[in-house]
C-alpha cells in the first residue's frame, strides 16, 4: 500500500510559467513532509520541507502548500527556469510504529521538463 | 564539508555472484540508512542505523543482503547472491541533530547495481 502518492509521472512547463507539483498521502500520522529534486545519476537532494502545523513555506521561488484535511500537499515553483528540470520526490516522515520519526517514505517521483 | 560518499557508483555483475557497496556519511552523523530504488520508482528503505546499532531492518531481505556499521561510522551493505531482481540504486543517507537537520536526510550519489 503506497502511503505516498505522486500521481503525475510527468510534468512540462514553458520557462517563466509556473509548475505545480502534486502529492498525496493517506497515513495522518505524518507530521513533516520534504520535497527532493534529483538530477540523473545524482542523489536525491532536498529542497524545501514543510511542518504538519503549517499550510505554507516558502523560500525563493519553491513555496509548498499542505491541505491536512485533503491529506494533499503541492510543490510551486515560479518563475520555472530550465535548470529546475529534473525528477521531484514528495517524501514524509512519521506515521505509526517504532522509529518511524526517523525515516522517510517516499512518492514515485514527478519528472518535470522546463523548457526554454 | 564533504557530503555523504558511497562507492562505487556502478556495478555490473552476474547473477549468483556477490556485490558490496560502502557508504560513509557525514562526519558527526549518527544515523545512517540504506535505501534502494528501483526504476521509476521512489527510494524504499531498507536499513537504519542509530550510531552502530541496526534499529529498523524490516525492510532488508535477509536471506541475501546483509549491512555492517561496525564502529557506528562508515557502513557496508553486502547481496549475496544477487539476483536479476536486485538491478537497482542503492543509496546512503545520514542524518544530523537539532534543528533543522534532524528532518533532512543528506543523500550520496548512489551505488547503481546492474545484475545480469
Known amino acids: 500500500d503506497q502511503q505516498v502518492k505522486q500521481n503525475s509521472p510527468s510534468l512540462s512547463v514553458q520557462e517563466g510559467r509556473i509548475s505545480i507539483l502534486n502529492c498525496d498521502y493517506t497515513?495522518?500520522?505524518?507530521?513533516?513532509f520534504l520535497w527532493y529534486k534529483k538530477y540523473p545519476a545524482e542523489g536525491p537532494t532536498f529542497l524545501i520541507s514543510?511542518?504538519?502545523?503549517?499550510d505554507k513555506n516558502e523560500d525563493g521561488r519553491f513555496t509548498v502548500f499542505l491541505n491536512k484535511s485533503a491529506k494533499h500537499l503541492s510543490l510551486h515553483i515560479v518563475p520555472s527556469q530550465p535548470g529546475d528540470s529534473a525528477v521531484y520526490f514528495c517524501?514524509?516522515?512519521?506515521?505509526?510504529?517504532?522509529?518511524?520519526?526517523?525515516?522517510?517514505?517516499f512518492g514515485k517521483g514527478t519528472l518535470l521538463t522546463v523548457n526554454p | 564539508e564533504a557530503g555523504v560518499v558511497q562507492s562505487p557508483r556502478y556495478k555490473i555483475i552476474e547473477k549468483k555472484q556477490p556485490v558490496a557497496f560502502w557508504c560513509n556519511p557525514i562526519?558527526?552523523?549518527?544515523?545512517l540508512y540504506w535505501y534502494r530504488q528501483n526504476l521509476g520508482q521512489g527510494p524504499e528503505l531498507l536499513i537504519r542505523?542509530?550510531?552502530?546499532?541496526?534499529?529498523?531492518d524490516s525492510q532488508l531481505p535477509k536471506d541475501r543482503f546483509s549491512a555492517e556499521r561496525l564502529k557506528g561510522v562508515d557502513s557496508t551493505l553486502k547481496i549475496q547472491p544477487a539476483e536479476l531482481g536486485d538491478s537497482a540504486v542503492y543509496l546512503c543517507?545520514?542524518?544530523?541533530?537539532?534543528?533543522?537537520?534532524?528532518?533532512?536526510?543528506?543523500f550520496g550519489a548512489g551505488s547503481r547495481l546492474t545484475v545480469l
Open positions: 543517507a545520514s542524518r544530523g541533530q537539532g534543528k533543522p537537520g534532524a528532518n533532512v536526510l543528506t
Open positions: 497515513n495522518s500520522m505524518f507530521d513533516y
Open positions: 514543510i511542518s504538519s502545523i503549517k
Open positions: 517524501a514524509a516522515k512519521g506515521g505509526a510504529g517504532g522509529g518511524s520519526n526517523y525515516k522517510l517514505t
Open positions: 562526519s558527526g552523523h549518527n544515523t
Open positions: 542505523y542509530e550510531n552502530e546499532e541496526a534499529v529498523d
